[in-house]
């Protein structure tokens, strides 16, 4: 595989993280929004909840092919977005404590605290990755910008996922709102993609590493191909309530 | 203190608390399996509860481990951006196969398996498990070529002060990634059996029944099985931990490891040559104690002292990692890359203020989320095997959290909570 092959690569990786984080995160930001009672937020915790595991794997993914095909991007990124890349771990790591612990005790005040804090962090964890984008960019207003769209693109997003998933009509079809979500990511490689290909690492290297990526590309598709069945579906007698 | 000394501590503390998630996950997941095969083969209940009950551990612990995993992958490109810029090649291949294949499979693939419980037929919901342990330990297994590269670095050269992989051979068969893994396989196993033999001894302890004769009861019979593996878990953890501990010796420059921090390397490496030990002892003498039920027949007050000791010590063996992983990493100061690269010389121009904000943030956070998590599993592991949400028919967890009547209805329950018999996994 080529620089641009692995340019590509990232790009996919990217898109198909706020697809299907971009949902949870979307559901998470608006868990407290008034008028929403305790069973309907465990149901839409329940919606999303399958989309946690296998979603925040292509952001870690994203995260390792910066490193291992364009290291010097990784730590030009780092330097210069050094906030948003705290701000994004911090929020993430939060987020995810809150998904997983939030459900496993009965008590009222505990469901409470961890409502607000899946609503701050999902939200901080939009809005940094949006800004994260925008230090791509390389200018401060830019990251604003698109810390907001972030934010109210993963809220709608996370609102067409929950329709189809409760059975409710939504008010924007699904393929848009991906669409929407992904366009950021996409305009941002672009114009960040000269100054990536400039820092790949070696022809071989990127060959060898390609390698073991075509290998278990089968693999990989097959898992996550499953894993979209199970989400594709609506929630039922036969879905697992965990979160 | 320095910007290098606080990126230095920051590392190493979410390192620690990332590891210590990271050994139960590796210890306790080829127990799950072998349980969640035994439950689709056999169809026996008490395979079932065991499967759940330990499976729900796992989670719990798995997903703090993920989020203190995703704090420190970033942290190379944070603060040691001069580690990506000379051996970022060489360093980062094996982290990068580590995200893009082992541990995005390994993730997506327990998401199968915990939402799909109900949808795949048992042996296929079986394997998956399988396939999560074996996508775990490879995950680890990359993670160590990349360390031992750090420690032992072969297969590279310089080309113009950057690394370039020659041998990637040479880079996966290193003894300081293949012996390593195999002693920090055996550590995972030690820390897997400590949890299992506690667990079951304190829930145990809650049982009344008396020595001489054994119990039917399905709930008891949880716990004597999972003590029974926790003992083999530990005892085989203790034998590859050792044998393996002392097979790195054939690579480590003793003198070179002890020229930092001779004091702390030095008590390191002696305070696991004797848990070790000590573990590998206990558990022959335990593995006999399960003849014919020994064990659980002693007498009530000798019995219930045993339990209450292996209760306590379920903590040792994470303390024990942690000073082993210390003494590895700081073995290898000065250096980064032993003898090509200096930690000095690869952190980042990030003022130290900005660090400590940093650390601060960061390490407060997954600190604070590491004991809320633990907190967690304590009260999950004292609930036993009672209202287990893991595997549950979705309908019953909605009920029992108060839902209305539509929703259950949906769900394929009828009548308003309570009635209609309370959830099957009731504990005695």
């Known amino acids: 595989m080529s620089a641009p092959a692995w340019g590509v ?126 230090v791509a960019w390389g200018n401060a207003v830019a990251a604003v910008v698109l810390a907001v769209v972030a934010v109210v693109l993963a809220g709608v997003h996370g609102r067409a996922v929950a329709a189809r998933r409760l059975g409710m009509t939504a008010r924007l079809p699904l393929w848009l709102t991906s669409g929407a979500v992904a366009a950021p990511v996409v305009a941002t490689m672009a114009v960040a993609w000269p100054h990536l290909m400039d820092g790949a690492v070696s022809q071989e290297a990127l060959r060898g590493l390609g390698i073991m990526i075509l290998a278990a590309l089968p693999a990989l598709l097959l898992a996550q191909g499953a ?14 309530v965990f979160f | 203190m320095t910007a290098e000394d606080l990126a230095r501590l920051q590392f190493a503390l979410l390192a620690a608390i990332h590891f210590l998630f990271v050994l139960l996950t590796l210890g306790l997941g080829p127990v799950v399996a072998i349980l969640g095969t035994r439950w689709a083969v056999t169809g026996k209940a008490v395979f079932e509860r065991a499967t759940r009950f330990w499976g729900q551990i796992y989670l719990v612990n798995y997903a703090l481990g993920i989020a203190a995993g995703i704090v420190l992958e970033l942290q190379f490109g944070l603060h040691f951006p001069g580690l990506l810029d000379v051996a970022g090649e060489v360093f980062g291949a094996p982290l990068a196969v580590e995200t893009m294949v082992a541990f995005f499979l390994e993730s997506t693939l327990l998401g199968l398996w915990v939402f799909g419980w109900h949808l795949f037929p048992r042996w296929l919901h079986a394997t998956l498990f399988w396939l999560v342990v074996l996508t775990g330990y490879a995950s680890a297994f990359t993670v160590m070529v990349a360390n031992g590269f750090l420690r032992n670095p072969v297969g590279f050269e310089l080309v113009d002060g950057v690394a370039r992989i020659t041998d990637p051979a040479a880079l996966i068969l290193n003894p300081a990634a293949l012996v390593s893994s195999f002693h920090v396989l055996g550590a995972c196993l030690i820390a897997g059996g400590f949890v299992l033999v506690g667990v079951s001894a304190s829930r145990l302890r809650r049982h009344a029944s008396a020595g001489g004769k054994v119990s039917a009861d399905v709930d008891e019979d949880v716990w004597r099985r999972s003590m029974r593996a926790g003992i083999w878990t530990g005892l085989i953890g203790a034998l590859i931990a050792t044998g393996f501990g002392y097979a790195q010796f054939s690579y480590l420059d003793t003198d070179a490891s002890m020229a930092t921090y001779p004091g702390l390397v030095g008590s390191g490496w002696a305070i696991m040559e004797m848990f070790a030990n000590l573990a590998a002892l206990a558990g022959w ?11 659980f027949r002693l007498r009530p007050g000798l019995r219930h002292g045993l339990y209450r000791v292996m209760a306590v010590l379920v903590p040792a063996p994470f303390v024990v990692a942690i000073l082993g992983w210390l003494s590895r990493e700081l073995g290898r100061q000065p ?34 989320l590491a004991v809320l998590d633990w907190w967690v599993l304590t009260r999950l592991a004292a609930r036993g095997t009672e209202r287990l949400v893991l595997g549950a028919p979705p309908g019953e967890v909605l009920r029992d959290d108060g839902a209305g009547a539509d929703v259950l209805l949906r769900f394929g329950v009828g009548g308003p909570a309570g009635v209609s018999g309370a959830a099957p996994e009731v504990a005695r």
């Not at chain 2, 980042?348 to 604070?368: E, F, K, R």
């Open chain 2, 285 to 295: 003498v335990l593995a006999l104690l399960l003849i014919r039920n020994a064990l």
């Open chain 2, 335 to 368: 250096w980064v890359v032993t003898g090509v690269l200096r930690t000095s010389d690869v952190v980042s121009g990030q003022p130290a203020s900005a660090v400590l904000v940093s650390l601060v943030a960061l390490v407060g956070i997954m600190a604070t």
């Open chain 1, 9 to 134: 690569l990232l790009t996919a990786l990217l898109v198909g993280w706020v697809v299907l984080d971009g949902a949870v995160q979307g559901v998470g930001a608006s868990l407290l929004r008034p008028g929403r009672t305790a069973e309907e937020r465990r149901l839409l915790l329940a919606a999303v909840g399958p989309l946690l595991l296998p979603g925040e794997v292509w952001l870690i993914a994203a995260a390792g092919v910066l490193l291992g095909a364009f290291p010097h991007a990784e730590s030009e990124l780092a330097a210069a977005g050094y906030p948003a890349v705290v701000a994004l771990v911090a929020s993430w790591a939060v987020r995810d404590a809150g998904f997983w612990l939030r459900s496993r005790r009965t008590s009222v005040a505990w469901r409470r605290r961890w409502d607000r804090a899946i609503v701050v962090s999902s939200t901080l964890l939009s809005a940094s990755f949006g800004a994260l984008l925008g």
């Open chain 1, 227 to 240: 894993a979209w069945w199970m989400v594709a579906r609506r929630l039922g007698p036969k879905d697992v």
